[in-house]
């Protein structure tokens, strides 16, 4: 498959067309999609039309957009109006959303071309994709393998070439580890970059949207049609987007590059072996290193894990049976509202529940949640400190490759674990980016972190491409 | 801080979430919470006297807009997805008991 950008231009000089680009992707959906359980469900007819309408403005003279005619594959927590979406879940089986995504809508008014809903973690409650009620999603590069996750759908979606691009959501590393896992570029954007309106909330301080792409320019090409102020997000930064693409060739000559001790330390020597020469390559480029600590990414882990499900327990007590999904009828109300939850939510979700509504409830919610919201606010200090002396910082994406089903599913901690270098941005509410580096074990793909200040993703996919380069793409 | 959660500690907590456990469910799910929050036991144990609480990264804070009338969900097609609904309302079993 041709990347997003070439079939954008093609579309828009009229070479292609929409229908052609669509049906390849189709195509490569209907031979794997049995094996490797990406989509959870194939919009033809809704393609078709976005795809016939992008051909008619092309015909007409009219430019479709800068995604004229690309194929994009969805997160199924993305709402979209009248198309299936579950989020991964039993509870919300069936339902259709009275309305769309701001980033759906931004999507369809630059030309893509929306294909379906792709496989994830219940309700994004997971770093495997093990968690769906509608059973893991494969890894394309390994299907014994897990694809990462939480968005290990959309992932799995680009990595088989079945779309170029897609949309997942990150809230404690689901863009960025699934994309290491599965040789692709993902990023976690600058909280309040990207609108979360019609994104199913997970923890709402955290979540946030992203892209998947085979290349950096590709997720550049997405990340700027998605981004910027949504008045329906009232978390959503009131500046501008940034431009990306035309910072893409800025390089990282002269540029502080920071590697930052806790963000590799335990991480397996194939994954070392790819940050060390990623840092090799930076330096070759004309950057300076230099070696960072900051002590207080070890209490992330603890501090996601009461914020999270906090957040969590309190975002999913909408689930009771009244207003959409399922309903387990039951003598009375509240009889109703237990058996629906009882009966509809997987087992890693309820532990989350209650995990968040132990960490609120009364006499323990200063020892965990208020302490958790202030080590948040080191965190964030910790790292304004570390961008004084650095411009990116450099670290390892996920502790290992790709594991093998059933791996850590025993153990919830060891799960959690999976996201201990992701999850510090996302308490600080910074971008960073994974871009594939190097292989390991088995082959595998080894993906490696760059992290930036808020606000500063023309400089992190600039020195992302600096590493694509180095990997050899042109 | 208790080092670990007991049995009656995760049915409470299970009780306000609206989440019925079996016998086995409690075991486990009693095991795997103790084992979290002893994790997060690094946490709690912290003196973290006169630090500021973050909920929102860049410290956005009540963000408002005119009270202007707008175009909201088309009624019918939300009822259409719920479980129940009668005379344009969500249909519930009933809530309070019955008349003495």
Redesign the interface.
Known sequence: MSSATQIARDVRAGTTSALAQLDTSLAAIRAENDALNVFLHVDEEGADAAARRVDELVAAGEDPGALAGVPVALKDNLCQRGVPTTAGSKILAG?????SATVIERLLAAGAVPVGKTNMDEFAMGSSTETSAYGPTRNPRNPERVPGGSSGGSAAAVASGMTPLSLGSDTGGSIRQPAALCGIVGVKPT??LVSRYGLIAFAS?LDQIGPFANSVEDAALLLEVISGHD?MD??S?PEPAPSLLAHLEDGVAGKRVGVVRELVEGADDDVLASVDAARAALEDAGATIVELSIPECR?G???Y??IAPAEA?SNLARY????????V???????????T??AG?G?EV??R???G??AL?AGYYD??Y?????????M?EAFRRAYLNADVLLGATAPSVAFAFGEKMA???TM?LSDVFTIPTN????PAISVPFGSGAGGLPVGVQLLGP?RSEAQLFAAARVLEVANGVA | ?APG?SRE??AK??A??????SDE?LDT?TE??S???E??K???A?D?EG????????G?VN?V?EDELCAS??RD??LA????AEEGR?A????MGEAP
């Open positions: 339902w259709r959303p009275p309305y909280y309040g301080s008045p009232s978390t930064l209490l882990l603890s501090a894990y009461l327990s009771d049976g009244v207003r959409y999904g399922l309903r009828d039951a003598e009375d109300v509240a009889a109703m509202n237990e058996a939850r009882t939510f087992a309820k532990r529940i209650m995990l509504t132990y409830s020892a965990y208020g302490q958790a919201l202030k080590v948040r606010t080191q964030i153990n919830p901690l959690y308490l600080a509410g910074d808020g | 801080m959660l500690d995760v907590v299970a306000l979430a609206r989440l019925t456990l469910e799910f795997q919470l084992q979290v929050l994790h997060a690094d946490i709690a912290l973290l630090v500021i609480a973050t909920a929102h990264p860049f956005l963000v807009r969900l088309d097609e939300v997805m719920a479980p129940d969500f519930v079993p009933r809530i």
